[in-house]
Structure formats: structure tokens, C-alpha cells
């Protein structure tokens, strides 16, 4: 299991020299929040009893936690964990600002990779992200890039690195189902890995900003379209103003 920047990425990594170079450094520290105050919530495929958890109440329950702290760390876990981190943040998201009354400059809801694995078992995987409204995400300058199930997450690394060193502040990525959301989580680990030997600006986690695509499915989320945004991770903002619920 190859470790990237203090964190664990599985998979066959193109870039095992950035990856040794980045785990000793242990340069995963530098990424720790500055606040204290952190919420967690859980996002389980399934209950107990063996039934498919509501996506769309996590993404509520995720939006509750945002109203009461600025970061919330979500874990996932099992089949489909990639997709599920995606899916849940979108909904909270929409959540926030429909509750906030689409506050003017109210940003956009992302995530920052903490941790994320892919075990042996095929389709099993385990997401640890931190959830954060941040202000003024930049906009990409070109379309988005297709992510299929074949693509190659070792070149999509390379297409951000490219992007941002020719000075572009974001990039975005459209994909459809599991197994393209892992591609993309994938990718934005080794590009964080690449960059963040070429000055502080590369050491800066990407953050990573997914919204509903144009292509829905009428059957299951699960085969929806997700453009999922890449941009520097900045500072949370602070809490949405009223009371916290």
C-alpha cells in the first residue's frame, strides 16, 4: 500500500519516488486543521439491518454538522465509499444553501482528502475527508475532463499538475458511477504529491468540490453524472450566520 504525503493510497502508483520523498517528509502534517473544533459523522453504506442507508439523509445530517462547526471530518467505509463522500457533500451543499436563504458569497461546499484506501477486496474502500464551506472557489477555464472506469489515474494526476503549473486555479473532472469517483480521489492524491515538491504554493491540499451533473439517472444515484471541481484548499469559513440547530 503506497503512502502519499502522510497519507495511505493504494493502488498502482506511476509516481513511487514523489510518494517515498513526500511519506518521509511527512509532510501530512502540514495539511492538519488550525481549528480545534471539528465535527465527525459517519456515512455507512448500510444499517445494521442490512438495509441501503438514505444518502440524501446523511447529506442532511452532514449540513447540520456544518451549521454547528466549520469542519466536519466524514469517514466512509465498504462499497462505493469514493461515490458516497461525493454524493453526501453535493446534498449538503444544496442543503446549506437553501437553509441560508442563498446567502450572496455564500462559496461552496468541498472536501479535502485526509486518508484515503483501497484494500484488496475488490470495491472495498475506506474515505477519511474533512468537509468545509470555503469562499470564492475559482472557476475552470476549460471543460471538464471525462473520467471513465478505465482511465488512468496516473494521468489525470499529470492533466492537474499541467493545469496548475500553466497557472490555472482550478479543473474539474465529470464522472458516473464508484469506480471513476475513485480514479478522481486517486489522482488528486498523486497530483498533491507531484506539486508538492515545487514550492509552498504546492503544498497546499487541492480541495475538491462536487455538484450534480447534466446527465441524471431516473433509476439510481448511483449511475448519476458528479462534475467534481479541483482547486487549492484555502481557510473554512466561519459558521453561517443563525442558530446553530
Not at 2 to 17: D, H, Q, V, Y
Not at 68 to 79: H, L, S, T, Y
Not at 89 to 116: H, V
Not at 153 to 180: C, I, K, N
Amino acid at each position: 500500500m503506497a503512502s502519499i504525503a502522510g497519507r495511505r493510497w493504494a493502488g498502482p502508483s506511476k509516481l513511487p519516488e514523489v510518494a517515498a520523498v513526500l511519506a518521509s517528509r511527512g509532510l501530512g502534517a502540514r495539511w492538519a486543521t488550525s481549528r480545534s473544533a471539528r465535527g465527525t459523522l459517519e456515512l455507512p453504506a448500510r444499517t445494521e439491518s442490512g438495509k441501503t442507508v438514505n444518502v440524501f439523509e446523511q447529506g442532511s445530517r452532514l449540513a447540520v454538522e456544518l451549521r454547528r462547526f466549520p469542519e466536519v471530518i466524514i469517514r466512509a467505509k465498504g462499497d462505493a465509499a469514493a461515490l458516497r463522500a461525493l454524493r453526501v457533500t453535493a446534498i449538503a451543499g444544496c442543503d446549506l444553501k437553501r437553509s441560508s436563504g442563498f446567502l450572496a458569497g455564500f462559496g461552496c461546499l468541498a472536501l479535502r482528502l485526509d486518508r484515503y484506501e483501497d484494500s484488496a477486496k475488490k470495491g472495498w474502500r475506506s474515505v477519511a475527508a474533512t468537509a468545509a464551506r470555503l469562499l470564492d472557489p475559482p472557476a475552470p477555464e476549460v471543460d471538464p475532463i471525462v473520467v471513465r472506469r478505465r482511465s488512468d489515474p496516473a494521468e489525470l494526476a499529470e492533466a492537474l499538475t499541467r493545469a496548475f503549473g500553466r497557472g490555472e486555479q482550478a479543473m474539474s473532472f465529470r464522472s458516473v458511477g464508484d469506480l471513476a469517483a475513485h480514479h478522481i480521489f486517486s489522482a488528486v492524491l498523486l497530483a498533491e504529491a507531484a506539486m508538492a515538491s515545487s514550492g509552498p504554493d504546492g503544498r497546499l491540499p487541492l480541495a475538491i468540490m462536487p455538484e450534480p451533473g447534466t446527465s441524471l439517472s431516473t433509476s439510481s444515484l448511483a449511475h448519476s453524472e458528479w462534475v467534481s471541481t479541483i482547486f487549492r484548499w484555502s481557510e473554512p469559513a466561519d459558521l453561517l450566520p443563525g442558530p446553530a440547530p
